[in-house]
DNA sequence: GAGTGGTCTAGACCACCCT
DNA sequence: GGGTGGTCTAGACCACTCC
């Protein structure tokens, strides 16, 4: 009974426990049997069902605690609109919520991501800024942003608390333009630890360039959310087209 | 020397392999060595190789097909340009490449998808089309469109060789803006059979709104793709704003 | 101490692909 | 037939959390 198409017993244990979240036999953020029980319930071994609710971690359905119990995923998912504000601080703030910043690191780095490719970014060395997001004290984002090396140390020191284009264009820096590199992942190591996902678990990425006035200065950079905790809107005119062909 | 913190064993495992094919010690498209001897090779269960294997698939780096060996999958990933133009069709010939489409099915049916929620759908009976999107005869694109049944079966017959939208505007219909959610989540059971992906396989989404100067005629639908066949850029301007503020 | 999930193992069987 | 990956099992140990 074993090695049938399509009828894998993980995959049939899956599917129910899938029905039992989705018909809130199971209720979100509630607890399931332990594996023990399910598997007396379903009549098979206790590595199987550890299979299937392994599985169903890497799909944002269950989260397991180690010594405490597995249980369902609250799904509460923040929108951001692209095209309304450039910064998250005002997104998060229209919808209601209390965005922070935590800082974890400033250091000075090389754009080594192949992914930034289509953003043309410089060769050199530049200002490293990683940070993690918060809306309403839980994560949302993981950023990493890459500035030019000719920021001043006073600068700098605000990125501990605001979003850095704020930053700058209190400054007086000028924004034109921002391109944007939209994908889906597997979560980084950096994502895996800050959000508590597994590996391998879908993630939604941003990859932008924010161009100035001052043609050489640009800020580079990337953010990671994990898919249930954010999605993205953008509005099209049907006449919109780029500000310049290439080729 | 079990259960250390950060050092499972399929961890370690997975991190050498995947050293390994960075490093191009295991070449694109190329065959690892069985599982067996990669079980020898590092010393630990075949099972455990297994373990780090799987893992792998799911991040989209390995590919295994039963009875013949694991291999390193071949990254060549498609960058559709959100602004440029609003048919993949165009987008595809732009980058030299031959697109075709397959027709899955024509059905009536409702929008049921809680995610397309914020794209205020209609409530009521569409008309349904599913199909795949090919560029070079690989798959990239699972779309599922919903439109309103007023459309004729003239048109109908259209959708199996071109874009909707590009059929209906062959028809006249004028299409005033576009409204994309865009998000990542894990690969539906279309998307699994349709790209050969594991479960839980992260894929990009774009569900879209296409408005017309008719105001209750929309089109609506959803593409998925595996994050490793295609991401999107879009452009914006610093001062871009939507055409309404809500709330 | 009892219960939880996570890990690792040895061993077995299956379906598949190639020769 | 001999190789491959995929599945399932029983049994064991670990680290964790709660009482």
Redesign the pocket.
């Known amino acids: 009974m ?4 399509g009828t ?4 049939a244990v899956r599917q129910e426990i899938t029905r039992r979240v989705r018909s809130a036999e199971y209720g979100a953020g509630q607890a ?1 049997p ?4 399910l598997a007396e319930d379903f009549g ?5 069902i ?2 299937a ?2 599985d169903l ?1 890497s799909a944002g359905i269950l989260r ?7 249980f369902v995923r609250e799904q509460r998912r923040f929108i951001r609109d692209l095209d309304f504000s450039l910064t998250s601080y005002d997104d998060a703030l229209r919808l209601g919520l209390k965005p922070s910043i935590h800082l974890i690191s400033l250091t000075r780095e090389k754009i080594q991501d192949p992914a930034f490719d289509v953003l043309e970014p410089p060769a050199g060395l530049m200002l490293c800024v990683r940070k993690v997001i918060f809306a309403d004290d839980t994560p949302i984002m993981y950023d990493t942003s890459y500035l030019p090396r000719s920021v001043s140390d006073q600068v700098l020191d605000e990125f501990r608390e605001k979003f850095i284009s704020d930053v700058l264009r209190d400054h007086g820096t000028q924004f034109t333009k921002t391109k944007l590199l939209i994908d889906a992942a597997p979560a980084s190591d950096e994502a895996q630890q800050t959000f508590a996902i597994p590996n391998g678990y879908p993630t939604l990425r941003r990859l932008y360039r924010l161009s100035t006035k001052e043609k050489s200065f640009s800020v580079f950079g990337v953010t990671e959310s994990p898919f249930d905790r954010l999605a993205c809107v953008v509005e099209l005119d049907a006449d919109h087209k780029p500000p310049r062909r290439r080729k």
């Open positions: 074993t090695g049938q198409i894998a017993l993980h995959e399931l332990s594996a023990a029980i098979v071994s206790a590595i199987t550890k299979r609710l392994r971690q397991s605690v180690p010594g405490l119990g597995t």
